[in-house]
């Protein structure tokens, strides 16, 4: 069974850090394209940041400077690290598989989301 698996969500100061993780079971992450995305409430879902298969990367301009996308083969999983976070980073935060290995718009697999929360 394919599957993807976000964690690390939760709530954080405006100015701190959070480390979501994207681990993949059922799959080997590495030969595929890996988005993450997110979705504020009464907004839509949005492109934070991808990762290819071939390890070039992408990230939103909002999060340009911030945000690190980055893959661990040994553990199947990608990673999202976010910086000098800002209430407007409030969103359910969402990772995605994309079969063709680069980043493009249309993903395969998806996890069923992490929220994260900017607040003082």
């Known amino acids: 069974q394919l599957q993807l698996v976000e964690s690390g969500g939760g709530l954080v100061q405006p100015g701190g850090s959070l480390r979501l993780s994207c681990a993949a079971s059922?799959?080997?992450?590495?030969?595929?394209?890996i988005g993450w995305f997110r979705q504020a409430p009464g907004k839509e879902r949005e492109g934070v940041s991808c990762?290819?298969?071939?390890?070039?990367?992408n990230y939103a301009d909002s999060v340009k400077g911030r945000f690190t996308i980055s893959r661990v083969n040994a553990e199947n999983t990608v990673y999202l690290q976010m910086n000098s976070l800002k209430p407007e980073d409030t969103a359910v935060y969402f990772c995605a598989a994309r079969v063709y290995g680069d980043c493009g718009h249309d993903y395969n697999y998806w996890g069923q989301g992490t929220q994260v929360t900017v607040s003082s």
């Open positions: 990762l290819s298969s071939r390890g070039s990367t």
């Open positions: 059922g799959f080997i992450l590495r030969y595929y394209a």
